[in-house]
């Protein structure tokens, strides 16, 4: 006699907020058929949201290179030789004109991203007054610029600012492998202050730095556990950069990574899960194995930060391809005009006799 097919639990016991989380109840997820946790993972995303929607991010590094901080992932560190361009802070005039091609190119949010140990004093003013300029366009506005006091927290949020990233990148016990300029506490810190301000949360963090299981889970726990899940949570795949401390660490299992998605998925359902860095290595199969797993937001577009992001019409394709649709900001004042502006970017891409449309193939 066959065995009777194993069913994932009832997904009633999953798609409600907690914050109780432990570790076992996480490694008895990650240690799911891959199947059934995908089941369990889209299950979850269809109680709280279109499934055929994805959230658009564009990023803008405003000002690069030269961070005093030695997280060993990051090209942006003074402390390692990538050969990567210092810039100065960006003009806010300049700023503007990013925020308004990202937004001609269809994002909703933009998000503006300075390699700082923390903002000085003197960079406040300009910084608030992108704020205000890149709102003003109808764009949700986003920075991200290391650690805030919360006077700092509050100047941003009175600015008008969205949300604030700040990630904890990976679990405390794996912590001090990765970063010793600051430590678990400051990050928590940092985003008690932006949630007492009023903003947005926007924190995640890396999969790929040689952490285990135990440590993805210890992550996706401190995430959950918060007072209030993260509006938004990126989960980021290792990128290996030359002159880094982690360039040569062994490659992620992508399924790895999927399970990963599918478990902030299930311990977050109501926040938006974001495909960030390392997405320019995963092909089309797996980033839409991602959007299976429950992830429903992209950076979109521009470079992120200083590491490359796959072209814009290669998104547009994909998202054509998986018939998804950008989602829309809720305060936009011209909703249609998003998805105007990126079918016609689609419409005007067909028409180019050098388009290869792999869903007429
Ligand atoms: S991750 Fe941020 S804080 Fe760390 S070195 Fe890079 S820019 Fe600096």
């Not at 308004?100 to 300009?126: E, H, I, L, N, V």
């Not at 990233?165 to 985003?191: A, F, K, V």
């Not at 359902?269 to 199969?285: C, F, I, Q, W, Y």
Request: contains cysteine; hydrophobic residues 35%; negative net charge.
């Amino acid at each position: 006699m066959t065995a009777k097919p194993q069913m994932p639990q009832a997904t009633s016991v999953y798609g409600e907020v907690r914050h109780d989380w432990n570790r076992q109840q996480v490694l008895d997820l990650f240690a799911l058929p891959f199947n059934d946790l995908l089941f369990t993972a889209q299950q979850v995303h269809r109680q709280h949201f279109d499934a055929n929607r994805v959230q658009v991010s564009t990023l803008c590094s405003i000002k690069t290179g030269a961070c005093p901080e030695d997280c060993t992932y990051c090209p942006q560190s003074a402390r390692y030789d990538t050969g990567l361009e210092r810039e100065k802070l960006m003009k806010v005039e300049k700023v503007v004109e990013e925020a308004r091609a990202a937004k001609a190119g269809g994002a909703t949010r933009f998000c503006m991203g300075a390699a700082w140990r923390s903002p000085k004093k003197k960079d406040m003013p300009y910084v608030t007054q992108m704020v205000k300029e890149v709102k003003s366009l109808g764009l949700e506005t986003c920075m991200t610029l290391g650690m805030l006091t919360d006077e700092q927290a509050k100047d941003l949020a009175d600015a008008g600012l969205d949300y604030y990233n700040h990630n904890l990148d990976t679990s405390p016990e794996y912590y001090g492998e990765i970063i010793t300029t600051r430590t678990y506490e400051d990050r928590l810190t940092t985003l008690g202050n932006v949630r007492a301000a009023g903003m947005k949360v926007c924190a995640g963090g890396i999969i790929g730095l040689g952490e285990g299981e135990k440590d993805r889970a210890g992550l996706l726990i401190q995430l959950a556990n918060l007072p209030d899940h993260p509006e938004s949570v990126p989960i980021n795949m290792l990128v290996k950069v030359a002159g880094t401390p982690l360039a040569e660490n062994e490659d992620l299992d992508p399924f790895e990574f999927i399970r990963c998605i599918a478990v902030a998925r299930i311990m977050m359902p109501k926040s938006h899960v974001r495909l960030s860095a390392g997405r320019e290595s995963m092909n089309d199969e797996m980033q839409s194995l991602a959007f299976l797993a429950g992830a429903n937001s992209i950076f979109y577009g521009e470079k992120l930060l200083t590491t490359g992001n796959p072209e814009a019409n290669k998104d547009m394709q994909l998202f054509a391809r998986l018939g998804i649709k950008p989602e829309e900001y809720q305060q936009y004042q011209d909703e249609a005009s998003v998805e105007a502006d990126l079918q016609a970017q689609i419409t005007e891409q067909q028409n180019d006799p050098f388009f290869y449309d792999a869903a007429k193939a």
